[in-house]
């Protein structure tokens, strides 16, 4: 827990070159280890051959988690004639053998992948082992990259999307017009693989606990800065084409930016009374992309604000406590630093952090029966995350992962410069390599689905799919697919009913639908 020097994670940045690895380089370093040295034997489509068995469609005898593969490769079952691949190949390569196997059983092979056929919503109730329920949309049509709800106490719904702004989902499902005086959101960005990559993007939305007394509304967005310092991006660095229906501007055109929170109320239609509530100094402003900023808000029961910050700057930062990025900040709600805040009496330290060494932080929520926050957390190539997040604890990156760089690499960066061993590390609660790409996610307390009390729900927008979580004494039990795959799950919400909303972020046809309890052969309101 000390202030890093800027100068050993200006070494950690350069490593950022692999978050921009492109779909075929990707494939080139997984498929090309599978090809050259397990298809003779497993088939190029892992269906077995006459040498060997199949890797995918089958129960794997000695386990299908990544540990129980690598241990096969490493060690070999020479008794049914499969050698022992641990002098021939090294550490990280096994491993990446092992997560590439592991994808390819669960039908994860590509990560830019949109799902843009149809959007389909199951016409017939879904039975999960504990409750049942059907799905329904509230609203269709949607912009193509909306990024959060938060459902208000009269039953219409507050929406962002990231490259337009704040608008109402009215009770009989139809969206307003932009509201006016709201941050706008900046469509002007560069796509690779289907990705979009841009700055002043419009993020989380949030109430104010005691929102139905004091009216306060808080939005998470990328803020732009047309006079920051600037940082030089080599003319040689790639031009990717622009995103369809946008207007085109590269990385080194980008403005800077940094993410941003405000509050203010929503009076005639109209946003009034707006409020900083969170902001750094513009010399920490990048034109790095906001893909990976973080980007939610979470309260808790006593009105302590929590807000991630992601990898604003590359691999940058992250493990500094000088620096805004990779970190979990909590502050009083009109923006007061909490002077019980773990690092308030730290000489350097931005007294505002809470965790840090976070990636990609998709998910914040506070538990306020048990008073703990969580979050989740995007990885690599594997390693996604679901944490118990602990005051002033370090959770890792871009020092240790349980997934792989996109270019085959192990995670490591400077651990022995720092000083900083695998004890120093917060461990994750739920490690989820294959990572499905986790996205938001609830603590479910309402009252329409009574046994999925207390439980994660959390999304995933690779994977596509709905996973249940249960915990006891912090520790998984059961873990179960509840829904999907529908489409990418970009923000769940619970209505003051207890019904949940989904945010299903599609290329042609993002919409909000909901989740209502079914018992008894009928749907419940």
């Not at 693989?193 to 109430?207: E, R």
């Not at 980008?254 to 239609?269: A, F, L, W």
């Not at 914040?364 to 944490?387: I, K, Q």
Request: hydrophobic letters at 35%.
């Amino acid at each position: 827990m000390r202030v890093v020097d800027w100068t050993l994670y200006l070494l950690i940045s350069l490593l950022g070159i692999t978050i921009s690895a492109s779909e075929a380089q990707r494939a080139q370093v997984f498929d090309g280890l599978y090809s050259n040295q397990c298809a003779v034997c497993h088939g190029s489509d892992m269906l077995g051959t006459a040498q060997g068995g199949p890797l995918i469609g089958i129960e794997l005898i000695e386990g299908d988690s990544v540990s129980d593969i690598e241990k096969v490769i490493s060690e070999g079952r020479p008794n049914q004639g499969m050698p022992s691949w641990s002098e021939t190949l090294s550490v990280s390569d096994i491993r990446t053998l092992a997560i590439f196997i592991a994808e390819s059983r669960v039908g994860i092979t590509q990560f830019s992948d949109f799902k843009v056929d149809e959007l389909t919503l199951p016409d017939q109730p879904i039975h999960s082992s504990d409750e049942s329920f059907t799905v329904e949309p509230v609203i269709q049509g949607l912009d193509r990259w909306p990024y959060s709800i938060a459902p208000l106490p009269d039953g219409r719904i507050l929406l962002t999307e990231k490259t337009r702004g704040l608008s109402i989902i009215s009770t009989d499902g139809k969206q307003s017009e932009l509201v006016p005086g709201a941050p706008i959101g900046h469509a002007m960005g560069y796509a690779r693989d289907q990705l979009q990559f841009g700055t002043g993007y419009i993020m989380d939305v949030d109430l104010h606990p005691n929102f139905e007394e004091n009216g306060w509304i808080y939005i998470h967005f990328g803020h732009r800065c047309l006079d920051c310092p600037q940082t030089a991006v080599p003319e040689s660095s790639p031009r990717p084409q622009a995103a369809s229906n946008d207007a085109y501007l590269s990385r080194r055109d980008q403005p800077h930016s940094m993410n941003k929170v405000i509050r203010g109320r929503i009076r005639n239609g109209a946003w009034v009374d707006e409020e900083t509530v969170w902001e750094v100094d513009r010399n920490f402003y990048t034109n790095n992309t906001e893909m990976a900023a973080g980007g939610r808000l979470a309260f808790d029961p006593a009105g302590y604000l929590f807000l991630s910050v992601g990898m604003k700057k590359g691999y940058s930062g992250i493990q500094d406590l000088n620096a805004p990025y990779g970190k979990i900040h909590r502050i009083h709600d009109d923006g007061r630093i909490p002077t019980d805040n773990p690092f308030v009496n730290t000489a350097g330290a931005l007294p505002s952090i809470w965790t840090y060494g976070h990636r990609s932080p998709q998910g914040l929520e506070f538990d306020a029966t048990n008073r703990d926050l969580w979050g989740t957390e995007m990885g690599p190539r594997g390693g996604d995350e679901v944490n118990l997040l602990l005051p002033g604890r370090n959770y890792g990156w871009p020092l240790f992962s349980k997934g792989l760089h996109y270019n085959g690499q192990p995670v490591g960066g400077n651990r022995q410069q720092l000083e900083i061993t695998i004890d120093d590390i917060e461990q994750p609660r739920v490690d989820l390599t294959p990572g499905p790409a986790v996205s938001s996610f609830i603590i479910y307390s309402g009252q329409a689905f009574p046994n999925w009390q207390g439980n994660l729900l959390v999304g995933t927008l690779k994977g596509t799919k709905l996973f249940r979580m249960v915990f006891d004494n912090k520790t998984l039990i059961k873990r179960e697919v509840i829904l999907g795959p529908i489409s990418r799950i970009r923000d769940i919400e619970v209505e003051p009913s207890g019904t949940i909303l989904l945010l299903l972020e599609h290329r042609s046809n993002s919409q909000i639908v909901r989740l209502r309890s079914y018992k008894n052969n009928k749907t419940l309101l």
